[in-house]
């Protein structure tokens, strides 16, 4: 089990990466070309896993191209992500919250798609079979939806943007951004706080907390994790078009006052069972779905269109690599060292502080950005 989650965890610890290099590489070539590539460098990757041969093939070679397609895949999604994120908010400006709304509404719908998928294989397979060959279905699966996105985004125009600079391109995007915005991106990285926060709790901390701390039965656990992520990604969707009418930073400031009012309550409800899971892990999505549906137009403001594509790159992926690969760990020890059951909390509690703050110093930042642009 610890291997597995090993070889799941190198791919978001590679993102960072890839948010920057892509990015450097779509800000001096266009969106639509790193769009392009790195749609199809996962779908093959993906396809590749599938058809990985097993270890009584070909022996400590399998592991080892497993890992390194497992890489491919977080390379290329760090600055998959940031590219649609950027993409959208340059093809519709005025509508940039609803378009990004859209992505986030998407990300969370695969993830969905992708729990819907395992149960059906484990479901209608004997777990010999799907130890066997049965996973490598969902990866057939994901690559040839992968594939088919990839001929559809052939059929789109570079950005307006992009297409209005291209004249004008850095050779350096990156070492502008270390040099030019460093303070956007200290800002933009730590507005991803809550969200990431919220993400390694919910998904990787929160079945466990309930099974063994609460007592609550693991065959409930997949469809209370489902309906937050549902509730996520309808959030997103809409609060990302109400943004559009009133603005993303006072949405955005609400999600983190009610993550650092409610985290306390939540947890105590749950660690004294006098609240039903269910009902506070939705309410915990609606009041997610104000940061995640308005989080992509914030870190866009930040930066101007030449260096874009990497400042976005760069926040996105190290915010997650830093909150949300910590979080359940810290978690975790929290309730170890203090033996209460609320301890968890404390870590949303600081991610929305973190946040708040952050977007409070977000307004002179993106001025600044616009400014130097």
Not at 20 to 32: A, I, Q
Not at 118 to 132: C, N, R, T
Not at 337 to 356: F, H, N
């Amino acid at each position: 089990i610890l291997n597995t989650f090993a070889v799941f965890g190198i791919g978001y610890l590679i993102r960072p990466l890839g948010g920057m290099v892509l990015g450097s590489f779509g800000d001096r070539f266009g969106r639509r070309r790193v769009f392009l590539f790195s749609l199809f460098v996962i779908s093959l990757a993906t396809l590749g896993m599938a058809l990985t041969p097993t270890y009584r093939q070909i022996g400590i070679a399998a592991p080892i191209i497993f890992v390194v397609l497992r890489l491919c895949q977080g390379l290329c999604y760090g600055g998959e992500q940031a590219g649609s994120l950027t993409y959208v908010i340059e093809v519709a400006p005025r509508r940039a919250g609803l378009a990004c709304g859209f992505i986030f509404f998407l990300n969370v719908a695969g993830v969905v798609t992708a729990n819907i998928l395992s149960g059906i294989i484990h479901a209608k397979m004997a777990p010999a079979d799907v130890a066997a060959y049965g996973w490598r279905i969902a990866f057939m699966f994901g690559a040839g939806a992968g594939f088919l996105g990839m001929l559809l985004r052939r059929r789109l125009d570079e950005s307006p943007e992009f297409v209005e600079m291209q004249n004008h391109v850095l050779r350096a995007p990156l070492s502008e951004l270390v040099k030019n915005y460093r303070p956007q991106m200290v800002v933009g990285t730590l507005m991803v706080a809550p969200l990431a926060v919220f993400g390694g709790l919910l998904f990787a901390h929160m079945p466990i907390y309930l099974i063994r701390s609460i007592g609550v039965a693991p065959s409930t656990i997949p469809s209370i994790i489902a309906s937050g992520s549902i509730v996520i990604a309808v959030g997103s969707l809409f609060y990302g078009w109400l943004s559009d009418a009133i603005g993303q930073r006072i949405l955005f400031r609400i999600g983190a006052i009610c993550m650092i009012v409610g985290a306390w309550p939540a947890y105590h409800l749950l660690s004294a069972k006098t609240g039903d899971p269910w009902t506070i892990i939705v309410m915990s999505g609606v009041f997610t779905a104000l940061i995640s549906g308005t989080i992509g137009p914030l870190i866009a403001q930040l930066f101007p269109t030449n260096v874009r594509f990497t400042g976005y790159g760069f926040c996105y992926n190290v915010g997650n690599a830093l909150f949300q690969s910590l979080s359940p760990l810290t978690a975790a020890y929290l309730i170890q060292a203090t033996g209460a059951l609320t301890a968890p909390a404390y870590v949303w509690i600081v991610a929305g502080i973190v946040g708040l703050l952050a977007s409070l110093w977000h307004r002179n930042s993106s001025k600044k950005s616009a400014a130097r642009s």
